[in-house]
């Protein structure tokens, strides 16, 4: 059982490029969602979803797009990086928003220079 | 909105002492609690969680309560080991809301 896999786990960008980071799930969990982890400031959540078709914008949402084509798959992209968007991104999952802990990957960590 | 407020680390402690991690919240109705840890190059693991009053989440020797009347939910452990050393965040997930809402993380350095 593989739980959340994310996609790279390292990735040093230039200012104004777009990438895709990755985010699988092998547990049928219908809620996913990504954060970005910054020094001193907990974790915050960019975008969510509570099912394929279904997403949301979270605390974070500027400069960064997703889609949910199926229950497994979450991406987030990156329209245009910035030195901003230098972070640790998560992914994510959960059985359901309410009551359930989420089961996070082991992060991407995004450097743009 | 909702919040999490938790202390300031580093905490460092010597192996066998014990340990108080405090957390404080601010939510609408009767949020979930959780606590998280982090070890050094990892992702999030849930450590134990409380989803109503006066309930007791416990793992691995950490335990921490549900406190409603002072919205609180400290971390506590009797006994703290090397292995323990890593960064712990509080979290809550209200009912209205379809997200966690995390504290700022507390860094916790045992040293043998």
């Known amino acids: 059982n593989a739980g959340v896999t994310q996609t790279p786990k390292f990735q040093v960008l230039k200012t104004g490029q777009s990438m895709t980071l990755q985010c699988a799930q092998d547990m049928n969990h219908e809620y996913m969602s990504w954060y970005r982890q910054d020094p001193g400031m907990g974790l915050r959540l960019i975008h969510y979803s509570v099912g394929a078709g279904i997403t949301d914008q979270g605390e974070v949402p500027n400069g960064y797009n997703v889609s949910r084509s199926t229950t497994e798959d979450f991406p987030l992209r990156l329209l245009s990086a910035a030195p901003s968007q230098t972070s640790v991104y998560f992914c994510?999952?959960?059985?359901?928003?309410?009551?359930?802990?989420?089961?996070f990957g082991s992060g991407t960590r995004l450097t743009v220079v | 909105g909702d919040s999490v407020t938790q202390m300031e680390g580093p905490v460092t402690l010597s192996e066998e002492a014990f340990l108080t991690i405090n957390c404080t919240y601010t939510?609408?109705?009767?949020?979930?609690l959780f606590w998280y840890v982090q070890y050094p190059g990892e992702g999030l693991q849930l450590l134990l969680k409380?989803?109503?009053?006066?309930d007791k989440g416990s793992n691995k020797g950490f335990e921490a309560t549900y406190r409603k009347e002072t919205t609180s939910f400290h971390l506590e452990k009797g006994s703290v080991q090397v292995s323990d050393s890593a960064v712990y965040f509080c979290a809550l997930n209200s009912n209205a809301g379809n997200m966690l809402t995390f504290g700022g993380g507390t860094r916790l350095m045992v040293k043998p």
């Open positions: 409380a989803t109503k009053a006066d």
């Open positions: 939510a609408t109705g009767y949020p979930s």
């Open positions: 994510a999952s959960s059985y359901s928003t309410q009551g359930y802990g989420y089961t």
